[in-house]
């Protein structure tokens, strides 16, 4: 079963990812994405480490879009 992540989580990974390839990734962003995917497991009552290695195989290695 896919896990189903929300437009608002990918954007705060997209942009901690951006921060983090150009060597500006800050304490702040870090904590905003963390609390973000905890608060999402909370609601969904998924696994954190499920939702965060979910999230991060989207942003950093998306899949390419079908032709």
């Known amino acids: 079963m896919a896990i189903e992540l929300p437009d608002e ?5 997209r ?16 904590h905003t994405v ?3 995917i ?3 497991a909370e609601a969904t009552g998924e696994s954190r480490l499920a ?3 979910a999230l991060k195989r989207a942003v950093r ?7």
């Open 9 to 13: 989580l990918l954007d705060l990974e």
């Open 15 to 30: 942009a901690a990812w951006t921060e983090n390839q150009a060597g500006a990734l800050t304490v702040d962003t870090a």
């Open 34 to 36: 963390h609390q973000a």
């Open 38 to 40: 905890a608060a999402h």
């Open 51 to 53: 939702i965060e290695e």
């Open 61 to 67: 290695h998306p899949e390419p879009a079908p032709a």
